[in-house]
């Protein structure tokens, strides 16, 4: 499975809808935060797993286990929420293999 996405500029306007105070470096240290928090339990999933109203039920039932604080969790959600509705134009980019 390819490691989850790096957020890029055309994907802050997205996250701004949802969320308004997002930036492209709060979009990356989502993704930092998930990759060193979620992956010691279990394989990073890729975020176009889940719809963003998934992830934002998901997030709060794994962050009792990871021990993360409201604002990894809001982290988090940003960049999943975000990448989970990323334009299916490349796959490797929107954290999915080819075929």
């Given at each position: ?64 286990r990871a021990k993360l604080t409201p604002e990894q969790q809001e ?16 796959p490797v980019a929107a954290g999915r293999t080819p075929?």
């Amino acid at each position: 499975m390819p490691p989850p996405a790096v957020p890029a500029p055309e994907d802050v306007s997205r996250a701004q809808e949802r969320f308004p105070g997002a930036t492209l470096e709060k979009l990356a240290l989502g993704r930092e935060t998930y990759l060193t928090n979620c992956s010691g339990c279990h394989h990073l999933y890729p975020a176009r797993k889940h719809t963003p109203e998934e992830w934002a039920k998901t997030i709060p039932e794994m962050a009792k286990r990871a021990k993360l604080t409201p604002e990894q969790q809001e982290l988090i959600l940003t960049y999943l929420a975000t990448m989970s509705t990323r334009p299916r134009t490349d796959p490797v980019a929107a954290g999915r293999t080819p075929g």
